[in-house]
């Protein structure tokens, strides 16, 4: 499938400036297409990881559809000049789509995470969306030699959607790697989504989310887990977002 609207190049990946409302839209639109499609949110992490990581940049870029998940990449794109719509995370869309399945009739899947939690997941979304078709669930343990299984599995479920809670770079991994053999139209990486949903993990309160500091609570519930992601990752790309600010700064005077 070709790249959804409003596309700009930044940092080193790519980012569709869409509100959640377009990006609901454009999952809607790859449903009705039938095309397999991966979709991924940028944060942070990400970007830095793909940095150090060829390959996870190329499967990323691939994608047709890219949200901005951080406020990190809401910040980076102010300073580079890109007119980015809003900030579209990824456990807020996984939600939002989750409901627009219950309505329109939608086929979900949900991958990953241990057994309680993603059995706590189906739970909570069919209390909260009576008559929702949730056609597969399935942990997030297992050897290489299940995949072939699984995926068949998956591919026979007639999922419209699957959500996969596996970190980064590993669902972004297994998710190309598979794309084609299992057949179902939109399929997104939701990291610790399931978590949050099965009332695991805290999210942080609605004011430091709108101030762009659920960084910063997360950090302060696991410090020593996330200190290297939060505090020497976020230092790493502030300073790439600056160094690509002065270049552009100087390409735009030399020109």
């Given at each position: 499938?070709d ?8 940092l ?20 009705a297409?039938?095309?397999?499609t ?23 870029n691939?994608?047709?559809?890219i ?16 007119p ?25 899947y ?14 909570v979304?069919e ?13 997030g ?8 299984g699984?995926?068949?599995?998956m591919?026979a ?11 980064s770079?590993k ?8 794309l ?12 610790g989504s ?13 004011w ?7 960084w910063?609570y ?30 552009k ?5 030399n020109?």
């Amino acid at each position: 499938m070709d790249a959804f609207p409003n596309r700009y190049s930044l940092l080193n990946t790519y980012v569709n400036a869409l509100t959640m409302e377009e990006t609901v839209a454009c999952v809607e639109e790859i449903i009705a297409s039938r095309t397999p499609t991966q979709h991924v949110v940028i944060n942070a992490s990400k970007v830095n990881l793909m940095r150090d990581d060829p390959k996870l940049a190329e499967i990323v870029n691939a994608c047709p559809l890219i949200n901005a998940d951080g406020s990190s990449i809401v910040w980076a794109a102010k300073k580079l000049g890109v007119p980015l719509a809003e900030r579209v995370t990824g456990c807020d869309l996984f939600q939002e789509l989750v409901a627009v399945a219950a309505d329109r009739g939608y086929g979900v899947y949900l991958f990953g995470a241990r057994e309680e939690v993603v059995t706590e997941v189906r739970s909570v979304l069919e209390r909260r969306h009576p008559g929702i078709r949730i056609v597969g669930c399935r942990n997030g343990y297992f050897s290489e030699e299940d995949e072939p299984g699984i995926v068949a599995d998956m591919a026979a479920s007639g999922a419209d959607m699957m959500f996969v809670a596996f970190s980064s770079p590993k669902k972004e991994y297994w998710i190309h790697k598979y794309l084609d053999q299992l057949g179902i139209p939109f399929v997104m990486g939701v990291g610790g989504s399931f978590d949050i949903v099965a009332g695991r993990t805290a999210r942080a309160p609605g004011w430091m989310q709108r101030a762009g500091l659920e960084w910063l609570y997360r950090f302060a519930q696991e410090p020593r887990r996330m200190w290297r992601r939060y505090v020497i990752g976020n230092a790493r790309f502030v300073r790439y977002a600056y160094s690509l600010k002065r270049e552009k700064k100087g390409s735009l005077q030399n020109g």
